[in-house]
């Protein structure tokens, strides 16, 4: 996963530094310089990770004021754009730098959560990361993230 997420990232990237067809480039967890080609564009927290067909989706939760239409078109092919429709998410939150133990441990601890509570399990569960890579390991936030019904 930690290896998926290193080579995904490096091409989301390329993408939010301005290697898109409008050429806007878009800032992650600090400012950054804008480009003459483009606009900066603050995009939102998490990066989050999940698996589909045994491989590893790696994204970007762009802000709220861009529609499909608006959202700069990505020059690399693998990247592609999509709306996620709204759902409710149960999470818990831990910290330190990813590890398969940690993962597990505390997507366990949250499936129990999820049973004990009665929700349903809707999704996949998504790793989110908020942090920057530099961030000292004790300071950095992560969620396991799984979809559930709001039924009880």
């Known amino acids: 996963m930690c290896n998926a997420g290193s080579e995904a990232f490096g091409r989301l990237f390329k993408y939010i530094s301005g290697n898109n067809q409008a050429r806007q480039e878009i800032a992650m967890t600090a400012p950054v310089g804008q480009v003459a080609e483009g606009q900066e564009i603050d995009m939102t927290a998490p990066v989050g990770q999940t698996q589909v067909d045994g491989k590893w989706a790696v994204s970007f939760m762009m ?90």
């Open 63 to 152: 802000p709220g004021s861009f529609t499909m239409q608006t959202t700069p078109k990505p020059r690399d092919e693998r990247i592609t754009i999509r709306q996620v429709p709204e759902r409710t998410m149960a999470a818990i939150e831990y910290s330190g730098f990813w590890s398969k133990s940690s993962y597990q441990k505390n997507k366990s601890k949250l499936e129990e959560w999820i049973n004990k509570k009665g929700f349903i399990i809707q999704g996949k569960p998504v790793w989110a990361r908020y942090n920057p890579p530099f961030m000292p390991w004790f300071l950095r936030r992560n969620e396991i993230l799984i979809p559930i019904n709001n039924l009880q």
